[in-house]
């Protein structure tokens, strides 16, 4: 059996488009997270059992910070373009490495916060079918 490497992935500097908009600076943690029910059938004898497992559907849960006086941020663009599909680039290290791509659908986040803290807001965008995986270039 092969022993395979590990290059943990640690997000330091990241890039995140929004069509044409970069956001990287706006947010502090980005999770594309797959969700699958798992179906079960269950005849009239102890070995007539069968699963199966339905096709992912795909989301992207963001934290940013709030931002209402910069017209083209984070937090205006979601509250400006609910319900918009936009397409969406985000690259784990910038420098290097493979990006995701996907299509998600605008949610706008909260608004306000705690006092004497940073207005932090969370939303999930629903992403249509599945990221897609691009390899880093190859280098010559």
């Known amino acids: 059996m092969a022993s395979i490497a590990v290059n943990p ?3 330091k500097d990241v890039v ?11 947010v502090s943690n980005v ?3 797959p969700t699958a029910s798992v179906l079960t059938w ?5 070995t007539s059992v069968h699963s199966a497992v339905t096709t992912a559907t795909w989301a992207a849960a963001l934290t940013y910070v709030q931002d209402f006086e910069t017209a083209d941020s984070l937090a205006v663009y979601l509250f400006n373009n609910e319900g918009e599909e936009v397409n969406v680039t985000f690259k784990p290290r910038s420098g290097s490495g493979p990006s995701f791509t996907a299509t998600l659908t605008i949610t706008p986040g909260a608004i306000g916060g705690a006092i004497d803290a ?3 807001a969370t939303v999930t965008l629903g992403c249509k079918g599945k990221p897609v995986l691009v390899p880093a270039a190859a280098t010559v």
Do not use: A, Q
């Open 9 to 11: 992935l640690v997000l």
């Open 16 to 26: 995140l488009t929004f069509g044409t908009n970069s956001y990287e600076e706006h």
């Open 31 to 33: 999770t594309f997270t």
């Open 42 to 46: 269950k005849g009239l004898t102890p």
């Open 118 to 120: 940073y207005s932090e």
